[in-house]
T-cell receptor, first 121, second 114 residues
Framework: GAGVSQSPSNKVTEKGKDVELRCDPI?????LYWYRQSLGQGLEFLIY????????KSGLPSDRFSAERTGGSVSTLTIQRTQQEDSAVYLC???????????????????FGNGTRLTVT | AQKITQTQPGMFVQEKEAVTLDCTYD???????LFWYKQPSSGEMIFLIY??????QNATEGRYSLNFQKARKSANLVISASQLGDSAMYFC???????????FGSGTRLQVQP
């Protein structure tokens, strides 16, 4: 089946402009996540959606960053007044709602899209 | 708070040999899951293997196995019979009751030499 789809794959924008990044998760996946990966670095968590609500938005670096999800499906990450330090690859992932096993472990892996490479000039 | 530590920024291994990538974690939650992902130069994140905190046996998936030492809070990835296509970044990650998202380590770059 289709995987996680992100668009655009590349985005170059001028400092101060707003950008919107789109994520289309795997059908049936109720959980959706946004991460950011700077060049050669690990993955930095931004926000987690369960359905249309975001119970964990603790990773958003500033109020310039916001995200929404509609219809329990597509999500949009918006960065306002972009800065050069916002340049990174933005990765979206989806998973089944982490099922709690009888022993309490959460074993739903995240399935990632190919990311959007954002360059702020 | 969750923390994942990968102390090896880079590793080299000869083709057909086994290699161990280290991962230690810190959580006070008795219920957690540990994941390993591979990121080739193309950038995609590929899920490799999962280990639950209550699992009695070490997880295995083909050439990948996880050396889970709960008391030491380590979850090392073992790749047997390395192939040139195994050259990539490898990330260890964890989820516990406190956070549904995965927390990732800084990664280890593995290079397989012919």
């Amino acid at each position: 089946g289709a995987g996680v789809s992100q668009s655009p794959s590349n985005k170059v924008t001028e400092k101060g402009k707003d950008v919107e990044l789109r994520c289309d998760p795997i059908s049936g996946h109720t959980a959706l996540y946004w991460y950011r990966q700077s060049l050669g670095q690990g993955l930095e968590f931004l926000i987690y959606f369960q359905g249309n609500s975001a119970p964990d938005k603790s990773g958003l670096p500033s109020d310039r960053f916001s995200a929404e999800r509609t219809g329990g499906s597509v999500s949009t990450l918006t960065i306002q007044r972009t800065q050069q330090e916002d340049s990174a690859v933005y990765l979206c992932a989806s998973s089944l709602s982490p099922p709690r096993t009888t022993k309490g472990s959460y074993n739903s892996p995240l399935h990632f899209g190919n990311g959007t490479r954002l360059t702020v000039t | 708070a969750q923390k994942i530590t990968q102390t090896q920024p880079g590793m080299f291994v000869q083709e057909k040999e086994a290699v161990t990538l280290d991962c230690t974690y810190d959580t006070s939650d008795p219920s957690y899951g540990l994941f390993w992902y591979k990121q080739p130069s193309s950038g995609e994140m590929i899920f490799l293997i999962y280990q639950g905190s209550y699992d009695q046996q070490n997880a295995t998936e083909g050439r990948y196995s996880l050396n889970f030492q709960k008391a030491r809070k380590s979850a090392n990835l073992v790749i047997s019979a390395s192939q040139l296509g195994d050259s990539a970044m490898y990330f260890c990650a964890m989820r516990d009751t406190g956070r549904r998202a995965l927390t990732f380590g800084s990664g280890t770059r593995l290079q397989v030499q012919p």
